[in-house]
């Protein structure tokens, strides 16, 4: 206890009765070296003090439980609503055990039955009050400083996830402006170059055509940079729907559909079974699509190429896996796989964008997933991917 | 007496302009093209008082992004008129956004083509657009 609760205590007695008035001032001087009493008699007087006094003015209010114009369970509440945080004790002459519990819930600290009252219990009865109380201002503060920081945190999220809104559509009005105003001029140089090979093409020679074919080609080059860039773009702009999405039967399709378009390569395919997790159906598609091209691509050139698609557990965690025995690569450039527009092989060799794992890496990081890779020149390569990921 | 058939080209991008013409003269015969280049153009050859066109085109194809008014607006103020309203219109342009596809749809084009960067395959789809809308097609706005 602090000095302050034995020294000078200042409260607010509400008591119609002027002889109990006077006895609660003697016990008061009693037992407290110093103490202010302010009397109100009705529970009107008492509102009017209590909202005339200054924050923390007073320690603990007394009152009595009949009041010529109050009392009971409305002179309670009449009194709360206006205390703020001052503690409440009540005296009564009546002895009501279920009241008394009754009104320990409506907010008061403690009650006192008049007849049995004396100096010491109500030395006892304000000071545990006002410790009790101490420790409840002190709840009730940092609660206060809780709420302030949450509606300040909440404040800035609601800011930056404005100005992300902002950024978006930015972002989406310019890949738009991408997609038309880029590909318009290359629609001109394709269409000219073409139309010169087929109207003039008397005039020129063999060297001459082929660079018109040349320019011809670097322009469609660039319409099918133009739309993966786009399709990059997209994949993050689009909303997730995610539902039940058999894995398995995706892989299957996926290498159905590459197995069609080249009839004549033999590669020796493992897919396990029964594989079933959340995600959005559309997106993994696309995730598996990609690694599964590339395994089919990258096995291009191995004798007896194979190619497995599974799931392990790692860490309690699932974890799937698409592994070929390819032209793999070298770990030093594990970081630069998931970069978009970065290749680790030429063009020539094997073709591509550069944007396929990019995407993929989006994808698997809007599932809240991770993605990694292991691999050995030569030896083959091993897409590791997880998603749902507790956080 | 030679039939003309006669097509409504709505393009503001004179290369884009002259590839279709050259794309589409080359593979319908007798065609006659009128060009608009934004869509007031497109308006004023349908409605103004001056032109008060008695011949309309047997098929406008139309690109959305185009000046003054948008594509979408110029789709669905023919759609709106009963001078305009069975014309067949052929959407070909450079996006393949989702909302242009659906907007196009909803306000009443009968296809949307995207335009491709190679010509080729570009000469394939004016040949095609003008074989299935100009002969095989029977449009309720030929019986007028």
Redesign the interface.
Known sequence: MNNKSLTAISALVVEDNMGDFVLIEAYMSEKFERFELIHAKTAQEAVNQLLSFEKNKLDVILLDLSLPDKSGEALIQKIVSVSELTPIIILTGFIDLKFSIKSLSLGVSDYLIKDELNSTLLQKSILYTYERNASFIKIKESEMKLELLNRQLEEKVEERTRQLKIVNNELEAFS?SV??DL??????I??????ILEEYSDKLDETGIGYLNRV?MA??KL?HLIDVFLSLAKVTRTELHTSQVNLTSVTRSVMNTLQNGDPTRKIDLSIEADLIDFADPSQIKIVLENLLENSWKYTSKTEEPSISFGCIEKNGEKVYYVKDNGVGFNMNYVNKLFVPFQRLHHENDFPGTGIGLATVKRIIDRHNGEIWAEGEPNKGSIFYFTINREC | MVQHKRILLVEDNPNDELLTKMALERSIPNIIIDVARDGHEVIDYFFSESSARKILPNLVILDLNIPKINGLEVLKRLRAESKTQSIPIVVLTTSNEEKDITMSSSLGANSYIRKPVDFVEFSKITDLIGQYWLDVNESTHSLK
């Open positions: 738009y997609s038309h590909r318009a001029p290359l629609r001109s394709d269409g000219f170059s073409q139309a011809r322009s469609q319409s």
